[in-house]
């Protein structure tokens, strides 16, 4: 195969084949996108194309343009056909099904009937559609060499062959099914594949299976983040689910989508954001696939606002306004930042990208934007102040652009004025809209980066630096409890933050003695936190909490005052023994319970027959002798 020139889209409009411009203009298509553009023009028209495109710039729509001709002809209906004329390749069967819906609606008028073939789904039903006959039939590879092995999937018709996504199907690991299917095609057939990149095995794939390929590039590298604004959160790595939570907040977004590197970090997120009231979906691997087309459907028709998935929704889902894509994990290279990203921004439409990032990965951050070429702002997390600004903000607008009163309405809004005041509606008007709202998290104040670099936050020896507090003023309070009732800080602080409705950062020092614990609170929580250990009493386990009055003496042992307390010995370990004047004495050469010395000088470590003299259990060998079990008593 040879490669033409590379050449950019016209900026004209092109004209489509007659049998898709009505479904183009229900869907409101005025113009098209480069891309759409690129394979209509000249050569493209006729030829193999090797296409790469940005996510989201419409080449689903693109390739069905592209392949109409081939498959319609002159005709603006097509005949029916027993055996497939199209065949669309896709790496997941989400996007699989996804081009399947799109082909659907864009040959509609033209009388072409589309089948899928995906795996997860019932490949009875499958067969039954293909044996109804299909015009364009949209797969993923696995399953579509199971139906070609089966005798199912007939392709000796086939006109056009779309590779969508190609290098995603490499990666994937499907190159030998790819050869299996195209092997098993027409060679005068059209040959199309799409990819993001075109990688060495991309190139070598369309070197064996294209002819003279037309390549295209529909944009270059510096337009694929024009439609998207990345913004860098940074947060303090506890905080990180908070500021997720404040982000959707903030934002407000009909529809977003969250991701995550793994599926448990899927199942909690989902878990915690269902909690605080939102209306969320998960889309991960271990799903089936009955339950990632519900997910994604509710995502479709509104009845869901946010998806947490893994990054099986990062190549070519496309949801209807999704204007804000969350990294809740930093993705690990510049390929999967751009492909999750890819999901807002799409067709001309203005998107939000967040990277929650915490304060130490600040550099792996700027790296990964720097490598896909993207500029991102640096800013803290939305705090409760800021959301609660934009509440108002919301709730101001909506009531100054609502409608006057309708008649029905009329009697009943004279009534209320009559009986209340404007003051009195305003308010109750306002409680009732915070009270749907759900209420934003605490988030900590960041450090922002000083000219490109963050503040150092490890020591000499590299491990990470505490965060300081300002405990001046702090109160010392007394927990009952210590060293001997095994108090640890691990479950103290808990029960402390519980107690007095506070948060760790509230919380300063914690000195642990045999009898009593002593903690700091800050100064400016220290009363609040008085009153409400006053007036609960006694808490979990029997432990009360009391006004300390002044700062605890240093503790008795040395070592630190978080020294666990010495080991009791072993019920079966003898106790050392102990001189007159209450010290250890000096250790016996040879301790009592000691096993014997097998590898003493000159010998081969091995046990002897003597060293076990009197153990009935060895015999003459050294070896342990063992009773049979399977054998009868007498």
């Given at each position: ?109 033209a009388g072409a009937v589309t089948a899928s073939c995906v795996g997860g789904m019932d490949m ?275 009531a100054t652009s609502a409608a006057v009163p309708e008649e029905a309405e009329a009697a009943f ?188 000088k000159g010998t081969t470590g091995k046990p002897k027959p003597g060293d076990f003299k009197g ?20």
């Open positions: 195969m040879t490669m033409s020139d590379e050449f950019q889209p016209a900026s004209v409009p092109i004209d489509v084949h007659p049998a898709l411009s009505p479904a183009l203009a229900r869907q409101g298509y005025a113009t098209l996108t480069p891309v759409q553009m690129a394979v209509l023009e000249g050569k493209a028209a006729e030829s193999d194309l090797l296409v790469s495109a940005q996510t989201g710039s419409g080449k689903t729509v693109a390739f069905g343009l592209a392949i109409a001709p081939t498959l319609l002809g002159e005709t603006s209906i097509i005949a029916p056909a027993d055996r497939p004329l199209g065949l669309i390749i896709a790496p997941t069967r989400e996007l699989a099904l996804q081009v399947e819906r799109e082909l659907r609606w864009l040959y509609a008028d009875r039903k499958e067969v039954r559609q293909l044996d109804r006959g299909a015009h364009i039939v949209v797969g993923t590879p696995g399953r579509l060499r199971d139906h070609i092995t089966k005798g199912s999937l007939d392709l000796s018709a086939l006109r056009a062959v779309v590779l969508d996504e190609a290098d995603e199907m490499l990666d994937m690991g499907f190159r030998e099914d790819l050869e299996f299917i195209l092997a098993a095609a027409p060679e005068s057939r059209r040959t199309l594949m799409f990819s993001a990149t075109v990688p060495k095995q991309i190139a070598q794939l369309a070197q064996t299976y294209q002819r003279d390929a037309v390549r295209i590039v529909a944009t270059g590298s510096r337009e694929r983040h024009a439609d998207i604004d990345y913004q860098l959160v940074l947060v303090q790595s506890h905080e990180r689910e908070n500021a997720i939570i404040n982000t959707l907040l903030y934002y407000d977004s009909g529809s977003a989508i969250v991701f995550c590197h793994t599926r448990e970090a899927v199942k909690h997120l989902a878990a915690q954001l269902g909690d605080r009231g939102f209306h969320v979906v998960s889309l991960s691997g271990e799903l089936s696939q009955s339950e990632r087309t519900n997910a994604l459907q509710s995502m479709r028709d509104g009845r869901s606002r946010v998806c947490v998935a893994t990054d099986v929704a990062a190549r070519g889902i496309d949801l209807p306004n999704l204007d804000l894509v969350i990294h809740a994990d930093l993705p690990s290279n510049p390929d999967t930042l751009l492909h999750r990203s890819g999901r807002t921004g799409r067709a001309g439409r203005k998107g939000v990208c967040v990277l929650i990032v915490p304060v130490r990965r600040y550099s792996a951050a700027m790296r990964v934007l720097g490598f896909a070429n993207a500029q991102g702002t640096v800013r803290s997390a939305p705090t409760a102040a800021d959301i609660e600004a934009r509440y108002r903000e919301q709730i101001l607008e909506a809004v004279a009534e209320l004025l009559t009986r209340v005041t404007s003051e009195q509606l305003a308010a109750a008007y306002l409680r009732q809209q915070l009270s749907t709202r759900p209420a934003p998290e605490d988030i900590s104040p960041t450090p922002m980066p000083s000219e490109g670099k963050m503040p150092k936050l490890h020591d000499a020896a590299g491990k990470p630096k505490p965060e300081r507090r300002d405990m001046t003023g702090a109160a010392w309070f007394s927990l009952s409890v210590g060293r001997n009732k095994r108090a640890e800080p691990r479950w103290m602080l808990p029960l402390i933050c519980k107690a007095g409705d506070i948060t760790r950062d509230d919380v300063g020092s914690i000195k642990i003695f045999d009898d009593e614990t002593r903690f700091q609170i800050t100064a400016e929580r220290a009363a609040e936190f008085a009153a409400r250990i006053a007036k609960a009493g006694s808490f979990e386990r029997g432990i009360t909490i009391s006004p300390a009055g002044s700062t605890p003496p240093e503790p008795a042992r040395s070592g630190g005052d978080d020294r666990p307390p010495p080991r009791r010995p072993r019920f079966d370990e003898p106790t050392p023994p102990q001189s007159a004047d209450g010290e250890r004495a000096a250790k016996p050469a040879k301790r009592p319970w000691a096993k014997p010395d097998f590898a003493k153990k009935k259990s060895f015999g003459a060998t050294g070896k342990p002798k063992y009773k049979s079990k399977t054998k009868a008593p007498k």
